[in-house]
């Protein structure tokens, strides 16, 4: 009885790290909100959809299969009321492997603000693909 415990729990521990490694087995990409600059007059923008499909967390996304996609971002202040077409912006990206891309809401003027996408390599996931 103690051995097919054993059995068991070594077998749903293995089906569980191959699933957990699933996301990384082959090159990926990773967009995130970029951290405020004042100098630059940035703040985080919410990664709110990629492709249509809600993230999980607004800071930072699953690793994402290279290529073209459409992230939805949003930016808001407490100081003013923006219309929700205001607050959003759709910013479609061509994501190259082992890339990570980090999106800011720049001030323009006044209220306004636009995307800047910033990009720098995963250095993991070059060292494991020998990219």
Request: aromatic fraction near 8%; charged fraction near 25%.
């Amino acid at each position: 009885m103690v051995h097919s415990q054993r059995l068991f729990f070594i077998l749903l521990a293995t089906a569980t790290a191959s699933v957990a490694a699933g996301m990384y087995d082959k090159p990926w990409a990773i967009v995130e909100s970029a951290d405020a600059s004042s100098v630059r007059k940035e703040f985080p923008a919410a990664i709110t959809r990629i492709d249509g499909q809600s993230t999980r967390n607004s800071r930072e996304s699953d690793p994402i299969e290279p290529g073209k996609h459409t992230v939805t971002v949003r930016f808001s202040t407490a100081r003013v009321t923006q219309s929700p077409a205001e607050e959003v912006r759709e910013v479609p990206l061509d994501l190259a492997p082992c890339t990570r891309y980090r999106i800011a809401a720049q001030r323009t003027e006044g209220t306004q603000w636009k995307p800047q996408v910033y990009s720098e390599p995963i250095g993991e996931c070059k060292r494991k693909f020998k990219q």
